[in-house]
């Protein structure tokens, strides 16, 4: 998978996706796609990180509380039930 570096807007190639997944990690392993030849891989923050569209990486990636502030879906009440 790749993803855009957005301090230097070089395209890296993700090598650890299960720590991309991880909300729990912070940093993960990618290798920068600049030049002819393959770079080394390197440690790179989430938080620095994108999607090439510039769509920012998805909150349950990067947020390890993330379902802490979802309001609970209300449960249904008669009137509900009937109007369908």
Same mark, same amino acid.
Do not use: C, W
């Given at each position: 998978m790749f993803l $855009? +570096? $957005?301090l230097?807007?070089?395209l890296v190639e993700v =090598? !650890? @996706?299960? !720590? @991309?997944?991880?909300p729990c !990690?912070? *940093?993960?392993? %990618?290798? &920068?796609h600049v030049g002819e *030849?393959?770079? *080394?891989? #390197?440690? +790179?923050r $989430? &938080? #620095?990180l994108v999607f090439p569209s510039e769509e920012p990486l998805p909150r349950c990636w =990067?947020? %390890?509380? +993330?379902? *802490?502030?979802?309001p609970p879906i209300p449960k249904p009440t008669k009137e509900l039930l009937t109007m369908s």
């Open positions: $855009k +570096y $957005k230097t807007g070089d =090598v !650890t @996706l299960d !720590t @991309l997944f991880d !990690t912070i *940093e993960i392993v %990618a290798r &920068s *030849e393959m770079q *080394e891989p #390197e440690n +790179y $989430k &938080s #620095e =990067v947020d %390890a509380h +993330y379902r *802490e502030n979802i």
